[in-house]
């Protein structure tokens, strides 16, 4: 199926026109059945650009039935604009059939009362629909329905500027997430001039910069000292071994470090290293795209299961699938690039330390 052949699949269609989350997780599963078709098939690029199309599509949908629900429920229309934005993996376009919410608010103008009762119970009643519709709600509370994400613009900055004068590790971590921040739903212009002061905070600001290498170098080991695959050792992923955290996070926090340090405002991995690689400061961003693509492919073939019409898994490849020589030696070969890299971002952070000290 080709791109403009996806652009008319019914499935796909159909999900702008669900009046209720019933409706919308019926329209899901729909499109999810099609995708599933087409995995393997089409180049990992493209297939990844149609599921996240798909979610951006439910998540549009679920902010028009949550609108509606709202003045159903005597809330009124919305009483100003805001912005329904989406951070982690949805943030950077890679979010898999078994994501969970990774998402927030903001709203214009200053802070006041009805807008404060009226966009908490829209955070919450959205959170709690778009779980209705097969997005676990996130353990780390990055939600909507969360007030540290849902906030008018004002705070937002103030709470910018905030944990990047912090320079610590949870402020950062909550700056890092903000950093896969992507517009979904409702006023453009509002998260545009999010990112303006997102980004603006970055400028010229090693001290930031190094706080982020910090929090990005930390990484679980992959490799022994032979260079061989650490696989889980106990548990029930025994023998198994984690994409998401032994391979894919790693890549995800270099790029990003890499693009925060020279003001690339993308926030796909992929578009990221096309824009360093145009900046050409840096080798293996090829050796690193092609590392990219192999975690994704891995990520997205872990072994699933499906309840009531959706997809779950731990993002662990089995032990039976590492026997594979060819997987074997990609995984590998990713591995000892990560690892590679690992150690010249150590080195550059104990450099970059020493002349702030």
């Known amino acids: 199926m080709e791109m403009a052949d996806w652009n008319e699949d019914k499935s796909y269609l159909s999900i702008v026109t669900a009046g209720s989350p019933q409706e919308l997780k019926a329209r899901r599963t729909a499109c999810q059945k099609v995708l599933l078709e087409q995995l393997n098939v089409i180049p990992i690029e493209e297939w990844m650009s149609r599921v996240n199309d798909m979610h951006d599509r439910i998540a549009g949908t679920a902010v028009n039935i949550c609108e509606v629900q709202m003045k159903e429920a005597g809330y009124g229309p919305p009483p100003c604009a805001y912005s329904f934005i989406v951070f982690g993996s949805a943030g950077r376009q890679e979010a898999t059939m078994w994501s969970d919410q990774d998402n927030g608010l903001i709203v214009e103008g200053e802070p006041d009362g009805l807008k404060k009762s009226y966009f908490e119970a829209f955070g919450v009643m959205l959170a709690n629909m778009l779980e209705e519709v097969g997005y676990e709600k996130c353990e780390g509370k990055v939600m909507c329905s969360e007030s540290l994400w849902r906030k008018t613009l004002p705070e937002w900055k103030q709470q910018l500027e905030g944990w990047m004068n912090q320079l610590e590790w949870e402020p950062i971590r909550y700056l890092i997430i903000a950093s896969d921040m992507r517009h979904v739903a409702?006023?453009?212009?509002?998260?545009?001039?999010?990112?303006?002061?997102?980004?603006?905070?970055?400028?010229?600001?090693?001290?930031?910069?190094?706080?982020?290498?910090?929090?990005?170098?930390?990484?679980?080991?992959?490799?022994?000292?032979?260079?061989?695959?650490?696989?889980?050792?106990?548990?029930?992923?025994?023998?198994?071994?984690?994409?998401?955290?032994?391979?894919?996070?790693?890549?995800?926090?270099?790029?990003?470090?890499?693009?925060?340090?020279?003001?690339?405002?993308?926030?796909?991995?992929?578009?990221?290293?096309?824009?360093?690689?145009?900046?050409?400061?840096?080798?293996?961003?090829?050796?690193?795209?092609?590392?990219f693509l192999t975690a994704l492919r891995m990520r997205v073939n872990t072994p699933y299961t499906v309840q009531d019409g959706l997809l779950s898994s731990s993002d662990y490849i089995a032990e039976n699938d590492l026997k594979n020589k060819q997987l074997m030696s990609a995984l590998r070969e990713s591995l000892l690039l990560v690892r590679r890299l690992h150690k010249a971002l150590q080195r550059q952070l104990r450099s970059a330390e020493r002349r702030q000290l």
């Open 186 to 291: 409702g006023s453009i212009a509002l998260s545009k001039e999010w990112r303006e002061a997102f980004h603006a905070g970055f400028v010229n600001n090693m001290k930031l910069s190094t706080a982020v290498l910090r929090n990005t170098v930390r990484h679980k080991a992959t490799l022994n000292l032979l260079g061989q695959v650490l696989t889980e050792r106990f548990g029930d992923y025994a023998g198994g071994f984690d994409v998401k955290y032994g391979v894919y996070i790693p890549l995800v926090n270099i790029v990003r470090h890499l693009s925060l340090l020279h003001g690339v405002w993308d926030s796909s991995t992929l578009k990221r290293l096309e824009h360093l690689t145009e900046l050409g400061k840096y080798e293996h961003l090829e050796d690193i795209r092609r590392a």
